[in-house]
């Protein structure tokens, strides 16, 4: 086991965890952002460069600072490291710095992308973007292309995570399809259009943390903070059957994945579940999905019931210790002596 600070929390953990999950462990502000990394995709992470941190005290044995930022999804932790994250106002301004270069070609047309709501990057441009852009030359543009007969990609959006590809290469049967090119040329692409046809492919939406990648079945039909989300499953021979619904009004419009609250996928599903299952017969509901407060998808959400719950159960456990001090207070006034 090895002790690790970040930003003054200290926590002791596995030897070979990483930076940013000792940093998940504690929770809370502290986490660093993650556009690339993902827990169940083996040799993900270190592209993107959003979770970058300050090792201001590399270890016990060498208590030497790391010399430039470090990406969290990729150092290991090293007992007595202490790292900063949000305390630092220099990985503020690095990272801040990162965002920019990844709007440099991904265009601010959140307005009409179906991943608005749901965007991570559009969560780090309204928290360290500017305004205004220092790039004057000619973005990027690509044409719209069908990849499979359910997925639609807009190469235009996509930030080369490599998320996508990570899901060909360990889930699916066969990879028909990666990165192409190099440089400002780089793409994800097919060798030949339509070719993604595999029993897990759609997955490749699900991990995609931008707009590039979607549902052909579900664009344009509603906004995500339109819809309730609900749990439910079936039996299903190809995957665990786990997933959520979207309903606008008694119509489920899509079909995903249950993600946990860093955006990730808890168990993957098919195809069949995900794009042939949209009647609510078909499904066993578990009831409404849990959505954290801050995300827009939470307005008028019927989760209502269960956040009243937890209010009330707050509510009553301090009216319990608030009477507990007041009777403590009673006796010391009766029993001066014991002061």
Request: aromatic fraction near 6%; proline fraction near 5%; charged fraction near 30%.
């Amino acid at each position: 086991m090895a002790k690790v600070t970040i930003d003054g929390k200290t926590i002791e953990v596995p030897e070979g965890t990483t930076i940013l999950n000792a940093a998940r462990m504690i929770g809370g502000e502290i986490v660093p952002p993650a556009m690339c990394y993902y827990t169940k995709l083996e040799t993900s992470g270190g592209y993107c460069r959003t979770c970058i941190v300050k090792v201001s005290k590399g270890s016990e044995k060498d208590p030497r600072p790391m010399p430039k930022p470090v990406p969290s999804c990729r150092q290991t932790i090293m007992d007595g490291m202490v790292v900063e994250n949000i305390t630092s106002p220099e990985i503020l301004e690095a990272r801040a710095g990162v965002v920019e270069f990844l709007l440099i070609n991904h265009p601010l047309d959140c307005p009409i992308c179906d991943q608005a709501g749901e965007c991570s990057l559009q969560d780090l441009g309204y928290e360290h973007g500017k305004m205004k852009t220092r790039y004057e030359f000619k973005r990027r543009e690509f044409e719209k292309i069908d990849i499979g007969d359910k997925i639609k990609l807009h190469m235009t959006r996509c930030i080369l995570c490599y998320r996508c590809v990570k899901v060909a290469e360990q889930l699916t049967p066969g990879r028909v399809h990666g990165v192409v090119n190099r440089g400002d040329v780089a793409e994800i692409s097919t060798y030949i259009q339509h070719a993604v046809d595999n029993e897990m492919s759609g997955n490749m939406i699900d991990v995609c943390p931008v707009g590039a990648l979607t549902d052909k079945t579900f664009r344009f039909k509603s906004r995500v903070w339109f819809t309730k989300p609900v749990d439910a499953h079936r039996k299903c021979d190809t995957c665990s059957g786990k997933v959520r619904l979207w309903y606008k009004g008694e119509e489920a419009l899509r079909v995903t994945a249950r993600k946990d609250k860093y955006g990730e996928v808890e168990e993957w599903i098919c195809n069949e579940c995900r794009f042939d299952h949209k009647k609510t017969s078909d499904w066993t509901i578990e009831g409404p999905s849990h959505i954290d407060h801050h995300s827009v998808i939470s307005a008028n959400h019927y989760e209502t019931g269960n956040a009243l719950a937890a209010l009330k159960h707050d509510i009553a456990k301090q009216q319990k210790q608030l009477e507990g001090n007041d009777m403590k207070l009673k006796e010391g006034a009766m029993n001066p002596n014991n002061q």
